[in-house]
């Protein structure tokens, strides 16, 4: 997958943030703008408000860096989630009281889940979900293209679909901040 981080350079980049070393927030940002970004435009949807709550995600841990712990999760995770939550409440911001913003909000965050899960599933559960989705195919042309058996194309599509459900699911904190 992408952009992994073993647990130790997780804990290593810590370090170095909290010894206040520049490089390390530029090979941080180097490696996990991107992902913040699509995350908060898949929540805001407009170049500017997404550039903003990119520069904060990094700030924050700039500012903070023990705000990350690596007992929690990795790195990748956490900026993910900052990413999100800071989209989230940006939106919130934005759309104010407004009849519908609710739905909207959980929609857009919903969505901006599923990127993330897919861009953080293992290679081969996303290219069996790519070619079934976009070549619209089944199982057995799954198997076919990837060289692999009937029952390992199954297992791979519904592991994959059953990590994209989760994407509907909210935690406990988003509930009770959407109720607010």
Not at 49 to 71: H, K, Y
Not at 98 to 119: F, H, L, N, Q
Request: charged share 30%; glycine share 6%; hydrophobic share 40%.
């Amino acid at each position: 997958m992408a952009h992994e981080t073993p647990p130790q350079w997780d804990r290593d980049m810590r370090r170095r943030l909290e010894s206040g070393e520049a490089a390390a927030l530029a090979e941080l940002y180097d490696r996990f703008a991107s992902l913040a970004y699509g995350i908060a435009h898949r929540v805001l949807t407009d170049e500017e408000s997404t550039g903003r709550v990119t520069r904060e995600v990094f700030g924050r841990i700039w500012a903070t860096p023990q705000s990350f712990d690596p007992a929690q999760g990795p790195m990748r995770s956490w900026i993910a989630g900052e990413a999100h939550r800071l989209a989230v409440a940006r939106l919130r911001r934005r759309e104010g009281t407004a009849a519908g913003s609710a739905e909207r909000i959980r929609t857009a965050s919903t969505a901006a889940r599923a990127d993330y899960i897919v861009t953080a599933m293992p290679a081969p559960l996303r290219e069996a979900l790519e070619l079934a989705r976009g070549g619209r195919t089944d199982y057995r042309e799954v198997a076919r293209e990837l060289g692999i058996t009937h029952t390992e194309a199954r297992r791979r599509l519904r592991l994959g679909l059953q990590l994209l459900a989760s994407a509907t699911t909210y935690p406990d904190d988003v509930r009770r901040e959407q109720r607010v």
